[in-house]
Structure formats: structure tokens, C-alpha cells
């Protein structure tokens, strides 16, 4: 790793965020991902947090990532949100490891430019579900329209806010890997933040707030008498035609509602798509149901439904999204 003195250097002549001078010596040479980061003046609060976090030399290896870099305007943002009159948070009292998270979230491991985003992907962070050795990493949703680049839903509404971010700059070539510069420091995605984030689960959003549902899938794994984590098994926007909705809006009371929308949930597990067990999986409803490869039988009708996107991971449980909604037995 460079000394990290010889990187402060280059900020010293550094003429734009991102570019040395034309009598740098050395400004032929590629530089890395952090000698970038360090270079820019806007992202002073990113170069503190990377030392304290010990993630310089990450960013300074070999290898082919992808960083959203916050600006310090972001990182002051959100050291504002987290803050209290009698607690100010900032990059040199927040825990070690919270942090060390959090950046690991803007990282992916692979070198994705602009014009190699689709309409949308999720793809895995360098941030670990849990301490645990070879814990799965924390997945982001990345979607662009037109040349808007948005992480995890973006900014949102006042109505719905996001946890994600935009990218306002893209990229940043470095010699292992790219930058995007992004307008808000995105924070690490619960159940409830992956399901608003993508439109595709839209309706089943509307469904579990009107249910109140999203403060039991909004539980950490750290708190007492949690059902977290979880493990869902969620219904895609077209899962919901307009013969399931009649079924669901003619159920006798909300309870019954608020059952078809628990069946879809595995309380205690956090259940990657390598890891799903044969035989009878018990739900929060009560009632369970099998699967078969990607096929799902639940215990209320005859048609099996199918897992068509697997392993979102979430900071309190993982998402397999599926084409049709479970239903329990109320015989």
C-alpha cells in the first residue's frame, strides 16, 4: 500500500475533484480508487472514515471495484440525521464497526460502469449480514432511466423516504475499478427499505402498511422479543391480479388479510436460496408450505407459485421474490 502521507500529497495539487495538474510528473500514472478519494477535495469526510476504518488499503489493492463515493456534504447529512441535541454524531465518534458497514455498502465488487447499468439489478455490497465468518453481504438495488442512476429507491418522497442515493457524478476511472459519485450516504437496507425501493414490490408495500405490518419487518436482529430475522417470500406487482385481490378483498376481516400477508413470512431464519430445507416450512402465520426446486405449494389452493428472484439480503433478513401469492388454508 502507498504511504498514505505520499497520497495527502497529491490532494496538494491536486486542480480539480478528481485530476493532478498538467505539471504533475506523475499524472500519467493511474491511480487507485483511494488515491482518487484522497485526492478530492470534497471528499475529506470519505478519507477520514476510510483511515479510521482501516479500508484504505481495500480501496488501494488490486482488484476491480465499484465505489459510490459521498461527498462531505452527504456524510453531513447524515451525521445530522442520526444526531440529537445531546449526542452529536460525526466521522470520529460513530463505532468503529458501524462505520466500517456502512462504507463497505457503497463498495461492489466488480467494476460496473454507467453504461453497463440495465433498467435495473441488484447487485451485492461489501457490507457482511452479520459477524459471523462467510456471512452473505448486503444486496443494493441499482436502477437507471434514461442517464439517472438511483441506489436503493434513491432519495424518495417526504410521503415515502428512501435510505438510498443518486449518482451525480459517474465514472471515475481508477486503475482498479470506477467511481460514482453519489448525493447522500446510503444507508444499510432493511426489509421494508428493499421493498420500497423497488417498484416491483409496490403493491405488496401498499398491502403491508395498510395491514401494519412494517414495524414487525422493520425489527433487528439485536432487539428483544424480535421475530427477526426474517425470510420472505414476496409477491411480485403481477402476483397480484385482479382475481387474487377479489379473493384477498373478500376475505371475511382483516385478520384473515392480515394472515395471507404473514404466510409469506419466515420469523427467526434468515434462509438463503442454497439453504432451503425440504419438507413443511412453518410461517408467522401458523400454517406452512413446501418447496420443490423454484416451485412453492401452499396449503390454500391447488396452483404451485414460483421463486423468481432469489437471495436479497437485507440487514435483518433476506427477500425471495415470487410470480403468485401464497395462500394459507381457512378451512
Same mark, same amino acid.
Do not use: W
Given at each position: %500500500?502507498? $504511504?498514505?502521507?505520499?497520497? %495527502?500529497?497529491?490532494?496538494?495539487?491536486?486542480? /480539480?475533484?478528481?485530476?493532478?495538474?498538467?505539471?504533475?510528473?506523475?499524472?500519467?500514472?493511474?491511480?487507485?480508487?483511494?488515491?482518487?478519494?484522497?485526492?478530492?477535495?470534497?471528499?475529506?469526510?470519505?478519507?477520514?472514515?476510510?483511515?479510521?476504518?482501516?479500508?484504505?488499503?481495500?480501496?488501494?489493492?488490486?482488484?476491480?471495484?465499484?465505489?459510490?463515493? *459521498?461527498?462531505?456534504?452527504? @456524510?453531513?447529512?447524515?451525521?445530522?440525521?442520526?444526531?440529537?441535541?445531546? $449526542?452529536?454524531?460525526?466521522?470520529?465518534?460513530?463505532?468503529?464497526?458501524?462505520? =466500517?458497514?456502512?462504507?463497505?455498502?457503497?463498495?461492489?465488487?466488480?467494476?460496473?460502469?454507467?453504461?453497463? #447499468?440495465?433498467?435495473?439489478?441488484?447487485?451485492?455490497?461489501?457490507?457482511?449480514?452479520?459477524?459471523?465468518?462467510?456471512?452473505?453481504?448486503?444486496? %443494493?438495488? #441499482?436502477?437507471?432511466?434514461?442517464?439517472?442512476?438511483?441506489?436503493?429507491?434513491?432519495?424518495?418522497?417526504?410521503?415515502? *423516504?428512501?435510505?438510498?442515493?443518486?449518482?451525480?457524478?459517474?465514472?471515475?476511472?481508477?486503475? $482498479?475499478?470506477?467511481?460514482?459519485?453519489?448525493?447522500?450516504?446510503?444507508?444499510?437496507? $432493511?426489509?421494508?427499505?428493499?421493498?420500497?425501493?423497488?417498484?416491483?414490490?409496490?403493491?405488496? /408495500?401498499?398491502?403491508?402498511?395498510?395491514?401494519?405490518?412494517? *414495524?414487525?419487518?422493520?425489527?433487528?436482529? /439485536?432487539?428483544?422479543?424480535?421475530?427477526?430475522?426474517?425470510?420472505?417470500?414476496? *409477491?411480485?406487482? /403481477?402476483?397480484?391480479?385482479?382475481?387474487?385481490?377479489?379473493?384477498?378483498?373478500?376475505?371475511?376481516?382483516?385478520?384473515? =388479510?392480515?394472515?395471507?400477508?404473514?404466510?409469506?413470512?419466515?420469523?427467526?431464519?434468515?434462509?438463503?436460496?442454497?439453504?432451503?430445507?425440504?419438507?413443511?416450512?412453518?410461517?408467522?402465520?401458523?400454517?406452512? @408450505?413446501?418447496?420443490?426446486?423454484?416451485?412453492?405449494?401452499?396449503?390454500?389452493?391447488?396452483?404451485?407459485?414460483? #421463486? #423468481?428472484?432469489?437471495?436479497?439480503?437485507?440487514?435483518?433478513?433476506?427477500?425471495?421474490?415470487?410470480?403468485?401469492?401464497?395462500?394459507?388454508? @381457512?378451512?
Amino acid at each position: %500500500m502507498k $504511504n498514505l502521507i505520499k497520497k %495527502m500529497a497529491i490532494a496538494t495539487i491536486a486542480l /480539480t475533484m478528481f485530476s493532478c495538474s498538467d505539471d504533475d510528473n506523475n499524472s500519467n500514472q493511474p491511480q487507485t480508487i483511494a488515491d482518487i478519494a484522497i485526492a478530492g477535495a470534497d471528499f475529506s469526510t470519505l478519507e477520514r472514515a476510510l483511515v479510521r476504518t482501516n479500508l484504505v488499503g481495500t480501496l488501494d489493492g488490486t482488484g476491480s471495484f465499484t465505489v459510490f463515493a *459521498p461527498t462531505n456534504d452527504a @456524510f453531513n447529512r447524515f451525521f445530522t440525521s442520526i444526531s440529537t441535541p445531546s $449526542n452529536a454524531i460525526t466521522v470520529e465518534n460513530v463505532p468503529v464497526e458501524t462505520l =466500517r458497514g456502512i462504507l463497505l455498502n457503497h463498495v461492489i465488487n466488480e467494476e460496473i460502469t454507467s453504461a453497463n #447499468i440495465p433498467a435495473s439489478v441488484y447487485k451485492n455490497t461489501l457490507s457482511p449480514f452479520s459477524s459471523a465468518t462467510g456471512a452473505p453481504t448486503i444486496s %443494493m438495488f #441499482i436502477q437507471k432511466e434514461g442517464g439517472v442512476v438511483t441506489l436503493n429507491g434513491g432519495l424518495g418522497t417526504t410521503e415515502l *423516504p428512501r435510505k438510498g442515493a443518486v449518482v451525480t457524478t459517474a465514472d471515475v476511472d481508477a486503475s $482498479n475499478g470506477v467511481i460514482h459519485v453519489v448525493n447522500r450516504v446510503i444507508q444499510i437496507p $432493511n426489509i421494508v427499505d428493499h421493498a420500497i425501493a423497488n417498484p416491483n414490490f409496490s403493491t405488496l /408495500t401498499s398491502l403491508l402498511v395498510a395491514r401494519g405490518l412494517v *414495524p414487525t419487518l422493520q425489527q433487528t436482529n /439485536t432487539q428483544q422479543n424480535t421475530l427477526a430475522p426474517f425470510t420472505v417470500f414476496a *409477491p411480485v406487482n /403481477t402476483a397480484f391480479s385482479p382475481a387474487v385481490l377479489g379473493i384477498y378483498n373478500g376475505l371475511a376481516n382483516d385478520d384473515l =388479510r392480515t394472515q395471507v400477508l404473514t404466510y409469506h413470512v419466515v420469523s427467526g431464519l434468515n434462509v438463503r436460496a442454497n439453504a432451503i430445507p425440504s419438507g413443511n416450512i412453518p410461517t408467522v402465520q401458523g400454517q406452512g @408450505f413446501t418447496i420443490t426446486g423454484t416451485a412453492i405449494n401452499d396449503a390454500g389452493s391447488d396452483v404451485n407459485k414460483n #421463486i #423468481i428472484l432469489t437471495d436479497v439480503q437485507c440487514s435483518n433478513g433476506v427477500v425471495h421474490a415470487i410470480d403468485g401469492v401464497l395462500l394459507p388454508s @381457512f378451512n
